[in-house]
């Protein structure tokens, strides 16, 4: 088969479909890889990084998409990128076209591709393999981040997290306790803040409160007043709540936004599924915070992609086995060996087969 690695074209994203290894294994096992020239070069993989592994470097986007039949991508493609792709083609990242304007996901069933997304990846509908790897990474980043805000110079309220002999340490809210919110809340922990951590499920709350350090940290059940009680007095909000292949429930609304302090941080986290807060819209790496009601906002879609080899390792982890089988079998013998694939194609030759995106776009 002919496989595609192209650059990554959405705003700030330096990761890269795949790690030079993972060619050397496709090349092996017969396949042909073509690898746009840069695409691995953010991630400290460099073409010829790629070209001793066996690939052939391609200098133009869309002649590399003119050649391949799958496109291993980290982010979705741009309209401009769509316009390259042409009917057969399979398409392998995260998509998250929930979260895209309908114009996005039209002109991907324009062009009758077949769309696998790795955030739906999953064996049984709890467990989401590579989608995980990401949600590792960004709540093991979200002290860096929230530290960072909170300083007085980028606008925050001039707070240091873990504080110091006779000064309390800053106050935490994660609203959600998935795979994201648990590591944040760990990472936070580990740091010496106090962390509150909010979830709709006891057996959830009980587990966290088991396995983590429980001196500075507090499990509520995430009614609505425990949310609008919380959130008044922290120093750090961050939005964790998301169900794979649905929107982001909404969670903090503008008049509930008004009840912070002054320079208190929100993370949202949730934002490449829509966004938890009524006043969050996307962001960049390169510009990732705005002003709302005066409290700083950080909505960045692709968190993982500030530290591109990381975050290109840590998902290829667990992609490999599904990016081996459809590259060796094809999509419908793939999806008849592995049932973790069924539901994550979102796009089958241009017919809409996710019953939430279906139900999106009418």
């Avoid at 959600?176 to 760990?186: D, Q």
């Avoid at 959130?231 to 961050?238: E, G, N, Q, T, Y």
């Avoid at 503008?254 to 302090?261: G, P, S």
């Avoid at 986290?269 to 990732?288: R, V």
């Amino acid at each position: 088969m002919n496989i595609g690695i192209p650059k990554e074209r959405q705003p700030g994203e330096k990761r890269v479909g795949i790690i030079p290894a993972g060619v050397g294994l496709l090349a092996k096992a017969g396949h042909t890889c073509y690898v746009e020239s840069g695409a691995g070069a953010d991630a400290g993989f460099h073409d010829y990084d790629y070209e001793r592994m066996g690939a052939k470097i391609v200098f133009d986007g869309s002649e590399l998409y003119s050649r391949v039949d799958l496109i291993l991508k980290v982010l979705r493609p741009t309209l401009e990128e769509i316009s390259w792709m042409h009917s057969g083609q399979t398409l392998l990242g995260f998509l998250g076209l929930m979260a895209v304007p309908k114009e996005e996901v039209a002109a991907l069933v324009d062009r009758k591709v077949t769309a696998v997304a790795y955030e739906l990846v999953s064996p049984d509908g709890h467990d989401f393999p590579i989608l995980q790897t990401m949600s590792e990474v960004a709540g093991r980043m979200a002290p860096y981040i929230a530290g960072s805000m909170l300083m007085s110079n980028h606008g925050g309220r001039g707070v240091l997290l873990n504080g110091v002999p006779g000064v309390s340490a800053g106050e935490v809210v994660i609203i959600g306790a998935g795979v994201l919110g648990s590591n944040a809340a760990r990472a936070f922990l580990g740091l010496g803040a106090k962390v509150f951590v909010l979830s709709p499920t006891l057996e959830r709350l009980r587990y966290l409160a088991n396995s983590l350090p429980n001196g500075e940290l507090t499990t509520m059940i995430s009614h609505d007043f425990n949310i609008a009680y919380t959130v008044r007095f922290a120093d750090v909000v961050i939005c964790a709540a998301r169900i794979p292949g649905k929107r982001a429930p909404m969670l903090i609304t503008r008049e509930l936004l008004r009840t912070m302090r002054r320079g208190s941080v929100l993370l949202d986290f949730a934002i490449d599924h829509g966004g938890s807060a009524e006043t969050s819209h996307p962001t960049t790496l390169e510009d990732p915070t705005y002003v709302e009601e005066d409290v700083l906002h950080y909505c960045v879609p692709n968190v993982p992609g500030a530290v591109p080899r990381t975050s290109t390792h840590a998902f290829n982890n667990a992609a490999w086995p599904y990016i081996q089988l459809l590259a060796s079998y094809g999509i419908a013998t793939a999806i008849a060996q592995e049932p973790a694939l069924e539901h994550a194609v979102v796009l089958r030759n241009g017919d809409v087969l996710d019953p939430n995106l279906a139900a999106a776009l009418k």
